[in-house]
């Protein structure tokens, strides 16, 4: 099904500079105490939820989006959460498990959370799998994850596996372009996932790299601003096309010096982040014509979107991202896991019950988590970069399939 009547973008201007500084503004408003017992149960009714999402570093732009999607169930639903009050803490993922790491064991044995929502790297959802599952408190994550987590007891994610955006754009991308495809992205866990799943699906489809040794080209992560050397060698490749994985501030630069390069004319196509939100802003119209491949767009016309795209624009002054939407999902998801839990509310009892959440009337559509992965079963689109009305967004162009 194709949506039909997209959601007007015309209202819709967005700072990118005031979103990158909004983040760092996020852990003044959200700090207090509720009665909480050892673990993480409440007595008083209170309840205690961790978000540690990006607040510094490359990633930070994420931040407010990651937050506000959050905030935005909780507004709908009273401040309550399975009719529980519910206080956020929140904590700094900043660009990896360096800093992940402290304030998600901050949030578990000094905050006493209930739950722990966010990190919006696969990095950092690896380097914490361990410290939950031992601890027994359930983690959300909202952005990518590992494809193979061995301890997932605890680990949940309403998002995708991080591999899914280049599975789903891999068959069009086939079809869509006549000769070899050059892959680059960033040298960390999320880079090698997400990278991955487009070679590899592109590969079994008998697609070719025109990468000189047949492998993706890696930059250093965070270290690379300057991506000129690596458009060079994309020129002499022979290239037909570039399929890539930046966000952040690396995604911003990737783009504008794309489009100032020789090879701006060469079709770019990506996962979704590389144009999602703050950065989109950011990217201006250097960002125009890129194709890229995610499970959301705000112009997704169906009830459950309008509704969280209204609520959404009308407070913030701006239309929800990928990130925004994952992350309103995980409200929901620990709003049914709290209700079912029962009179005692605490970590284990609720992560038992995530497991019992079925369908989710999600603002990207109705999905469920697949059992083994703990991560949603999905459609996915292709979007391309277009101007509507006076701003820049990712239009829908079709869907790619169903994963998950």
Known sequence: M???SPISRRSF??????LLAGALAFTAACSGSAADDKKGGSSSGTLKIGLTIPLTGVYAALGPDL???FQTYLDQHGGKLGGHKVELVITDEGDGPQTSVPSVTKLIKQDKVTAVVGLSNAATVAANVDLVNDNKVPMIGAVGRPGEIKRQ???WHTSYLSEEPGVAAAPYIKEA???PVYAIGPEYQGGFDQLRGFTETFDKLGGKLANPDGKTKWTPFPATTNFQPYFNEIKNSGAKAVYTFYAGTAAVNFVKQYKQSDIKDIPLYAAGFLTEGAVLGAEGDAAKG???SLNYTPTLDIPANRSFVSAYQAKYNTLPTMMSATMYDAAAVLDKAIAAAGDKVTPE???AQIANTGKVDSPRGPWEFNTKSHAPVQKW???EVKQDGTALSNVMVRELGTLG
């Open 349 to 351: 009892a609720v992560n």
């Open 381 to 383: 689109y292709l979007r």
């Open 290 to 292: 890129v194709f890229t």
């Open 2 to 4: 194709t949506p039909a």
């Open 153 to 155: 007891d605890y680990v």
């Open 67 to 69: 937050q506000n999607g």
């Open 177 to 179: 372009v006549q000769g």
């Open 13 to 18: 201007r967005v700072s990118a500079a005031g």
